[in-house]
């Protein structure tokens, strides 16, 4: 009976081993190896894992790779784009300051444009009048007697000398051959003309960047005070470098107007094509630099000058070939799409450059009613009395726009074209004449009402009325130079001398409007005063704010203190010497190289 339970004992354990090993799952080598692990979600069936559940799983597992699944997993796929909010808030409001660029840089851009049309319009009507007032106050000197100091104010001095560089320079222009100069570019191959009118872009605006210093130089030397009778020999020399400058950038926007007029009148209008894509290739060089506001400032005024410019030329070839057409008003028509497809690649270009610097440099499109606002305030400011410098030359500081070698080259090609003879031609010429200055007095009553109008809204009319106060005795600024003589205008009274007040972009320096088109200089407000003596009647110098007697000793400072303290005291007398940064009214060079402000 032993034996009998014993087998049959061991026959049950033989068939519940040979069942474990039919049963026996294959991951359990797998799991043993650690290739795979026993996932808790799997369901449990007395203990076991559900084989039918882990077959089902391990056949869905096998068709992951399947293409089907990789794109039902892409269309099914999400994400949640409010988890970075901020990064994509601050992208759209990107797109919608490229969307508004257009529109506040061309608002910019046609203020500007009247500007310059109002300085190029007063070389033609109001500078004529000036000089013959100042000629007839000449004349009447004898009568009237020597009541004053000066034969001339300053400004009739400065318009007598803008009058003879005009009639001087258009007496020399008689002797260049505008026909002879056509045709010799005329005969040049293309490449070559691409590249001559690359070199006299370039040379316009270095002639621009410095022909300003010159006439400036010319003005200041002609009505600074004179200690002797001979120092007034030294206006003979800058008057004929003003001369020999005017004349030259006469030439030079002379042979601009002509390649212009041969890439017109081109058959395959080859060089016409070649000239528009060298604007394009401005936004290369200036797109891709590190623009601040300042630079952007400069920038914009020179695209200003750039515009107006073009549009004078594009005058000037039109008024060429109409005169070789003999005055026939269907061959306008030809010109006409040519005319636009230049204006157009000009303001393309212009928008497509600002829209991505202020893209790439993160600066808001509210930034160019900023800059509309400082040239309303150069507008206004030049109408008070008390005013430092004429508007037309403080927009040639401003924009780099001289209207002297442009008015000289226009009257020339007019003079050329029409031919004035008779009686009626006259009377025509002076109701032209008439009616340029009711243009120039129309336009420059919009434009100051308009400036008012964007004066107000930077807050800066309280700028425009502050009394100026007499210079401080300890200023040691030579009358010499031109500009530290402009530099020395008064600041107003009550203006704080021991708080720097900080300097913004959108508000002007508490100074006097005379300070507005003057050269740039360091501010004296930024720094404490000099400690005066206190005379009796004086209040009671402070007392020292450290008191030493109460407080107790401090402990001493290891090598790592003193070091940094020996860092923020050189820090500190570097700042003291530094020169604060500019904002835009302190802002009246036109530099060339970079557009950089120093």
């Not at 209207?403 to 008779?422: C, H």
């Amino acid at each position: 009976m032993a034996d009998v339970s014993g087998s049959k004992m061991s026959e049950e354990k033989e068939a519940e081993i040979e069942l474990k090993k039919r049963q026996k799952r294959p991951w359990d080598e797998l799991h043993k190896s650690g290739k795979i692990g026993i996932t808790p979600d799997l369901p449990e069936t007395l203990g076991f894992y559900d084989i039918s559940a882990v077959r089902r799983r391990e056949q869905r597992e096998a068709a992951d790779p399947s293409l089907t699944r990789f794109i039902s997993a892409e269309l099914t796929r999400g994400y949640f784009l409010e988890h970075n909010e901020a990064k994509y808030t601050e992208r759209r409001e990107r797109v919608y300051t490229c969307m508004r660029i257009p529109k506040e840089l061309e608002k910019l851009m046609t203020f500007g444009f009247f500007l310059c049309v109002d300085a190029f319009l007063y070389v033609f009507t109001l500078l004529p009048l000036r000089v013959l007032l100042a000629v007839l106050r000449l004349l009447t000197l004898p009568c009237c007697g020597f009541s004053g100091s000066r034969l001339l104010q300053p400004a009739q001095v400065c318009d007598v000398l803008k009058g003879l560089i005009m009639v001087l320079c258009f007496s020399m222009m008689h002797y260049v051959d505008y026909s002879m100069m056509y045709h010799l570019i005329r005969g040049q191959s293309v490449i070559k003309l691409y590249i001559i009118y690359n070199m006299l872009e370039v040379a316009d605006r270095l002639f621009s960047s410095f022909g300003q210093d010159i006439l400036d130089a010319l003005y200041w030397t002609a009505t600074e005070p004179k200690e002797r009778k001979r120092d007034s020999i030294g206006v003979i020399p800058h008057f004929f470098m003003a001369v020999f400058y005017v004349f030259l950038h006469a030439i030079l926007i002379m042979v601009q107007a002509s390649t212009l007029n041969v890439a017109f009148n081109s058959h395959n209008k080859s060089l016409l094509t070649i000239m528009m894509s060298n604007n394009f290739v401005e936004i290369k060089g200036s797109v891709f630099k590190k623009f601040e506001k300042n630079n952007l400032f400069q920038m914009s005024n020179s695209d200003i000058k750039e515009r107006f410019t073009s549009y004078v030329l594009l005058l000037i070839v039109c008024l060429r070939n109409m005169e070789q057409f003999a005055w026939n008003p269907d061959h306008l028509w030809v010109l006409f799409p040519d005319v636009f497809m230049v204006v157009t690649s000009e303001v393309a270009v212009d928008i497509i450059k600002h829209a991505f610097i202020t893209k790439f440099n993160d600066i808001t499109a509210d930034v160019y009613s900023e800059y509309r606002a400082s040239l309303a305030f150069d507008l206004v400011s030049s109408r008070q009395k008390n005013a430092c410098t004429d508007y037309s030359d403080s927009v040639a500081r401003r924009m780099g726009f001289i209207p002297l070698p442009l008015a000289v080259l226009l009257i020339r090609v007019v003079m050329s074209s029409v031919k004035v003879q008779g009686a009626l031609s006259y009377t025509c010429v002076f109701l032209c004449y008439l009616g340029l200055v009711t243009l120039k007095v129309l336009n420059s009553i919009v434009l100051l009402g308009k400036s008012c109008v964007y004066v107000k809204r930077a807050n800066m009319e309280d700028k425009l009325f502050e009394t100026p106060a007499p210079p401080p005795p300890s200023s040691t600024s030579s009358s010499k130079t031109p500009s530290r003589a402009e530099a020395s205008c008064p600041t107003p009274p009550g203006e704080s001398k021991m708080e720097p007040a900080p300097v913004t972009l959108c508000s002007p320096p508490p100074s006097s409007s005379c300070s507005v088109t003057t050269q740039p200089s360091p501010r004296t407000d930024l720094f404490p005063p000099q400690p005066a003596d206190h005379s009796p009647a004086a209040p009671p110098p402070r007392t020292p704010t450290p008191t030493p007697e109460p407080e107790p000793p401090a402990p001493p400072l290891s090598k790592e203190e003193e070091e940094a303290e020996g860092e923020e005291a050189a820090a500190a007398t570097e700042l003291k010497h530094r020169t604060p940064n500019k904002d835009l009214l302190e802002i009246d060079r036109f530099t060339i190289c970079g557009n950089r402000i120093d």
